[in-house]
C-alpha cells in the first residue's frame, strides 16, 4: 500500500508580485510544513519582504498559486490570513507603546463582558500564555514603551500566537537582541515546533539558522536561488546562494581571511 503524505501547512507555486514596473517577485515557490522551521534568506532587496507581505495578506501576488492544506485560497487582505491560522510577527513590532502588556496582547481581539471589557479575563489569558512559553515580562500591566526589547518581543509574540496560528511568521526576530535574549527566542522556536506549528523564519543571520531551520530558502533578485536542508548544506554554499557568489570564491575569501587572522 502507497502511503501518500499529507500537503504541506502553507504552498507557494510561481507567485509573482509588481509595484509598477519594478518585478518584485517572479515565480516564487515556498513550502511550510506542520512543526516545520524554514528560513527565509537573501540579500536586502532579494524580496523577502515583499513575499512575507504577500503570506501575511498585506500585498496580495499578481500571479500564481497559493495553498492551505492543500486547498486553494486567497490571500487578499490580513483577515484572510489571520482567518486562516497564519500570524506575523514583523521587525518592529508593530506594538502601541502607551498601552499596556494585555492591552498589546488583546489589541483589536478584546473580551467584551457586561457592555465593557473583560480586564480581568484578558490579563489571566495574557499570564498563561506568557507563562506556557516561558515568556518574561516584569508585569503584564505596565507599558510596553518600559519594556525592553526582548520583552517587547515576548509581548509581539504573545499576541501572534493568542489565536493559536497554525504557522507563525517571524520577520528578523533576533535583529535587536544580545545574545542571551536570542538564545532565549530560538528556545521558543524549538517550543513552537514541538507543538506542530509552522514556522517561517527570516532571518540574516546563519548561526540562527544552522541552529533551529529544517530547510533553507534562498531569494536572489525577487527569485528562488536554492532550497536547502541545513543538516546537509554547508555554510559556503547558503552563503553563495544568497550573495550569487561561487562556493569555491566563498571558501577562498574565507581562507584569505583565516590566513591574515594568522
Same mark, same amino acid.
Given at each position: 500500500m502507497t502511503h501518500v503524505s499529507p500537503p504541506p501547512l502553507l504552498s507557494l507555486r510561481a507567485v509573482c508580485k509588481n509595484f509598477g514596473a519594478l518585478q518584485a517577485l517572479t515565480d516564487v515557490d515556498l513550502e511550510v510544513r506542520p512543526?516545520?522551521?524554514?528560513?527565509?534568506?537573501?540579500?536586502?532587496?532579494?524580496?523577502?519582504?515583499?513575499l512575507v507581505k504577500v503570506i501575511s495578506?498585506?500585498?496580495p501576488a499578481d500571479a500564481g498559486d497559493i495553498e492551505w492544506h492543500g486547498r486553494k485560497?486567497?490571500?487578499a487582505r490580513p483577515h484572510d490570513a489571520q482567518r486562516l491560522g497564519i500570524a506575523t510577527v514583523y521587525q518592529d513590532l508593530a506594538l502601541c507603546d502607551g498601552l499596556d502588556v494585555?492591552?498589546?496582547?488583546?489589541?483589536?481581539?478584546?473580551?467584551r463582558r457586561s457592555g465593557g471589557l473583560d480586564e480581568v479575563e484578558m490579563e489571566r489569558r495574557t499570564r498563561q500564555l506568557m507563562d506556557s512559553l516561558s515568556l518574561k515580562v516584569p508585569d503584564v500591566r505596565v507599558p510596553v514603551a518600559t519594556l525592553s526589547g526582548g520583552q517587547r518581543q515576548s509581548v509581539a509574540i504573545s499576541r501572534a500566537l493568542l489565536?493559536?496560528?497554525k504557522l507563525i511568521v517571524l520577520d528578523e526576530p533576533t535583529a535587536a537582541l544580545g545574545i542571551r535574549q536570542s538564545?532565549?527566542? /530560538?528556545? *521558543?522556536?524549538?517550543?513552537?515546533?514541538e507543538?506542530? $506549528?509552522g514556522v517561517l523564519l527570516v532571518s540574516h543571520n546563519l548561526g540562527d539558522v544552522k541552529a533551529v531551520a529544517d530547510w533553507v530558502a534562498v /531569494?536572489? *533578485?525577487?527569485?528562488?536561488?536554492?532550497?536547502?536542508? $541545513?543538516?546537509?548544506?554547508?555554510?559556503?554554499q547558503m552563503i553563495s546562494a544568497i550573495t550569487g557568489a561561487t562556493e569555491h570564491a566563498v571558501t577562498q575569501r574565507r581562507a584569505e581571511a583565516e590566513e591574515l587572522e594568522l
Open positions: 512543526g516545520q522551521v524554514v528560513a527565509l534568506m537573501g540579500d536586502n532587496g532579494a524580496g523577502k519582504s515583499t495578506g498585506v500585498e485560497v486567497t490571500l494585555v492591552g498589546n496582547v488583546f489589541l483589536g481581539r478584546e473580551l489565536g493559536e496560528p538564545n532565549h527566542f /530560538l528556545d *521558543l522556536i524549538e517550543q513552537l515546533r507543538r506542530g $506549528v /531569494l536572489r *533578485l525577487g527569485r528562488n536561488n536554492g532550497y536547502f536542508d $541545513v543538516n546537509l548544506t554547508s555554510q559556503e
